[in-house]
C-alpha cells in the first residue's frame, strides 16, 4: 500500500509544500487525517514559545557574566572553559538526565535548551568584550569614565557584532534542538520529523522546512537588531 | 561578524544555511524515530492460543529460556549462503535479530546481523532493497502500518493473522515464516496505587475518571489508531491531557508521579519483574491489536538458501513464550547485558546449540 511505495526521496519538496497545507491520510490513525495548516501552525507557535524562553533565559545568564569577566579581564578560563564544557553535553542525554530528576515538560525543557544557548553567548560577549581596542578603553578612562560607564559606552558598543553573533549562534542551536522537545513532553515541529510513521516523508520534509524558515525568521530578525544596535562609526569601519 | 553590508550575498549564505540545517535536522529526525518506533511493539496484541502455533516441538513449553529444543546440526551445504539478519531498533528487536543470527550460523550458514534499522518502514525498506535478508515484524504492525488494516480487523488468533499479512507480503515478492509463541501489545499502564484507588481493572473502568488524568505515550501515540486516538475513539475517552515523552521514559514518569496513566508493551520485562507496582488495564475492547512476531524475507533470499533457512528460525523461535521473551528482555533493558549474549543464554539454555 502507500507506506510500500512511498520513498522520501521520491515523495520531494512538493508533496512537504502540500502536507503543510492540506491535511493528509495516515495509515496508522484509523481514518483521520494528519498535517494541515492548523496543526503545523500549532507546533511551530510552540516551538517559537520554548525557543524564545530558552534564548532569553540564556542571554539573563551569560551575557552579564561574560561582560563582566570580559571587563575584568580575568577568569578566562571560567569563562571559556564552562562554554566548552556545557557545549560537550549531548542535549539528548541531558534532557533524559533531567527528565529522570525533575521530570518532563514545558520547564524542564526550557532549561535543558538555554543550557544549549549559553556557551555561544558567554565565549562571544567575553572575548568581544576582551578584544576591545586596549588604547580606545584607556583613553575612556583617561578621560575620567567611570568603571560601568567604560563597559556600557566603550566596550559593550564595539563587542556588538561579536556578542550578537553569540546570539544569533545560540538561537539556531535551541530552535533546531527544540525538534527533539516531544521526547520530553512538549509538541513542537519535531513531531512530524521523529514520527515518520504517523506523518509520513512529507511530514518529515515539511517539519524540516518549517524549522528552517523559523530559524531564517529568527536569524533576519537578530541580524537587523544587530544593524540597530552597532554604532554608526563600526559600521563605517566594516565597510 | 560584519553581516550588515552586502545584503543579497548574505540572504544566499543564510538560505544556504537553512537548507543545510534542515537536512541536518531532517537527518537527526530519521534517527531518533527509531526510538519511537520501539511503540509499535505494542501494537501488537496478545492473548489466544499461540502456543499451538508453534506446534511440532512438545518438548518447548520453556519457562527461564529453558526447555528441550532440538540441537541445531551444521548443514555444510549452507556454507556457501550468506544472510543478513536485520531488526528494528529496540531491545526486544534486537534479541530476537540475535537469536535468528546465530541459529543460523549454528546451521551451517554464513550469518551476520544488522541490527537497529529504525522504524518498520526503514526495516521494510532496507529488506526490499536487498540489504537485508529478513527482519522480524509484528504480524500486527505489518498488518496496520504496511497493508492498511483497522485495528479492528487485525484478527485476533496469530494463524489468521499471519495468513493475512503473509498474503500482502507475497504480493510484494516477500515471505512470512510462522509465528512466535509470544505476541505482544500495547497497553495501558499504571501504579497499583493508582489503580486500587481509582478501582480500575480494565480500560472501560476508567470511563468517568479519565477526565481526571493524564496520559504519556511516545510522541506517535497522540494519532495512532492503536494508542491514544484508538482509546479515544472506541473507548469514548477523554484525557486531562496527552504528553509526549521518549519511550525509554514510559516508566520513568509514572514513578516520578507525572503520569497518571502511561502507554507500555506487554511484554516489558519490569511488569513482570515489579509487579506489586506497576499493572496494566486490561483491554477489554481490544483496541490495541496484539502482534506474534513473524520473520520477514525476500522469496528470492528463502528460495536460494534452501530449506534449513526457514526450518531453523521457526525451530528457534518455538521457546519464546510470553514469559521467555520477558525474561530476555530483562537481562537486556534490566540488567544490561547486551543483545547478543542474552540470545546466546537463550539458545543454550533451551538446547539449541551446545
Known amino acids: 500500500m502507500s507506506a510500500?511505495?512511498?520513498?522520501?526521496?521520491?515523495a520531494g519538496f512538493g508533496g512537504a509544500v502540500e502536507f503543510i497545507f492540506h491535511k493528509q491520510v495516515s495509515n496508522v490513525t484509523g481514518g483521520h487525517k494528519v498535517g494541515g495548516f492548523e496543526q503545523v501552525l500549532e507546533l511551530a507557535l510552540r516551538q517559537i514559545e520554548v525557543s524564545v524562553v530558552a534564548l532569553a533565559i540564556a542571554i539573563v545568564v551569560a551575557l552579564p557574566i561574560g561582560l563582566y569577566f570580559g571587563h575584568k579581564g580575568t577568569g578566562e578560563a571560567l569563562a571559556i572553559g564552562l562554554g566548552n564544557a556545557t557545549r560537550a553535553v549531548p542535549e539528548l542525554a541531558a534532557i533524559a538526565l533531567v527528565a529522570a530528576v525533575v521530570g518532563v515538560g514545558f520547564w524542564p525543557l526550557v532549561?535543558?535548551?538555554?543550557?544549549?544557548?549559553?556557551?555561544?553567548?558567554?565565549?562571544?560577549?567575553?572575548?568581544?568584550?576582551r578584544q576591545v581596542d586596549r588604547p580606545t578603553v584607556d583613553a575612556a578612562r583617561g578621560i575620567g569614565?567611570?568603571?560601568p560607564e567604560l563597559l556600557r559606552k566603550v566596550e559593550m558598543p564595539m563587542a556588538v557584532p561579536s556578542i550578537m553573533g553569540g546570539i544569533r549562534t545560540a538561537s539556531i542551536n535551541i530552535i533546531a534542538t527544540a525538534t527533539i522537545a516531544p521526547l520530553a513532553g512538549v509538541l513542537t515541529l519535531g513531531n512530524f520529523i521523529i514520527n515518520e510513521n504517523v506523518y509520513g516523508a512529507n511530514g518529515v520534509l515539511a517539519g524540516a522546512i518549517v524549522v528552517a524558515v523559523i530559524a531564517l525568521i529568527f536569524e533576519f530578525a537578530l541580524a537587523g537588531m544587530q544593524r540597530q544596535l552597532t554604532s554608526r562609526g563600526l559600521r563605517l569601519q566594516a565597510q | 561578524m560584519r553581516f550588515n553590508q552586502k545584503k543579497p550575498l548574505m540572504a544566499l549564505v543564510m538560505l544556504i544555511a537553512a537548507l543545510a540545517l534542515a537536512v541536518g535536522i531532517s537527518a537527526c529526525g530519521g534517527g531518533s524515530s527509531s526510538s519511537s518506533s520501539e511503540s509499535t511493539e505494542a501494537e501488537a496484541p496478545a492473548t489466544e492460543e499461540t502456543t499451538e502455533e508453534t506446534g511440532e516441538e512438545p518438548a518447548e513449553e520453556s519457562e527461564e529460556g529453558g526447555s528441550g529444543g532440538e540441537a541445531i546440526t551444521a548443514n555444510p551445504a549452507n556454507e556457501k549462503v550468506s544472510l543478513t539478519i536485520g531488526s528494528k531498533n529496540f531491545p526486544e528487536q534486537e534479541i530476537l535479530g540475535e537469536i535468528y543470527t546465530q541459529a543460523l550460523q549454528a546451521a551451517g550458514y554464513n550469518a551476520k546481523s544488522d541490527l537497529s534499522l529504525g522504524s518498520e518502514t526503514v526495516a521494510l525498506k532496507t529488506l526490499k532493497a536487498g540489504k537485508i535478508s529478513g527482519y522480524p515484524e509484528y504480524a500486527s504492525t505489518a498488518l496496520t502500518a504496511f497493508f492498511g488494516l483497522e485495528p479492528e480487523e487485525v484478527p485476533s488468533g496469530a494463524t489468521q493473522a499471519w495468513e493475512k499479512a503473509n498474503a500482502e507480503f507475497e504480493k510484494e515478492g516477500l515471505t512470512a515464516f510462522k509465528p512466535t509463541p509470544f505476541e505482544s501489545a500495547n497497553a495501558v499502564g499504571l501504579l497499583k496505587s493508582t489503580a486500587e484507588k481509582y478501582n480500575l481493572k480494565t480500560i472501560s473502568d476508567l470511563k468517568g475518571v479519565s477526565e481526571k488524568l493524564s496520559l504519556y505515550g511516545s510522541p506517535e501515540c497522540e494519532e495512532r489508531i492503536d494508542c491514544l486516538a484508538g482509546l479515544e475513539k472506541y473507548y469514548g475517552l477523554k484525557f486531562k491531557e496527552f504528553k509526549p515523552v521518549d519511550i525509554e521514559l514510559r516508566y520513568t514518569v509514572l514513578e516520578k508521579g507525572q503520569a497518571d496513566l502511561s502507554i507500555l508493551f506487554t511484554t516489558d520485562p519490569k511488569l513482570a519483574a515489579e509487579s506489586d507496582k506497576f499493572v496494566i488495564l486490561e483491554d477489554d475492547k481490544d483496541v490495541f491489536p496484539a502482534g506474534n512476531v513473524i520473520f520477514v524475507t525476500s522469496q528470492k533470499v528463502a528460495e536460494e538458501a534452501g530449506p534449513d533457512y526457514q526450518k531453523t528460525i521457526e525451530d528457534v523461535q518455538s521457546g519464546l513464550t510470553l514469559k521467555v521473551m520477558q525474561e530476555l528482555d530483562a537481562r537486556v533493558e534490566l540488567e544490561r547485558q547486551t543483545p547478543k549474549e542474552a540470545a546466546a543464554a537463550y539458545l543454550e539454555a533451551a538446547g539449541y546449540v551446545e
Open chain 1, 145 to 147: 569614565m567611570t568603571e
Open chain 1, 111 to 129: 532549561a535543558v535548551l538555554s543550557l544549549l544557548g549559553i556557551p555561544p553567548i558567554l565565549t562571544n560577549a567575553f572575548t568581544g568584550i
Open chain 1, 4 to 10: 510500500l511505495a512511498l520513498h522520501p526521496l521520491t
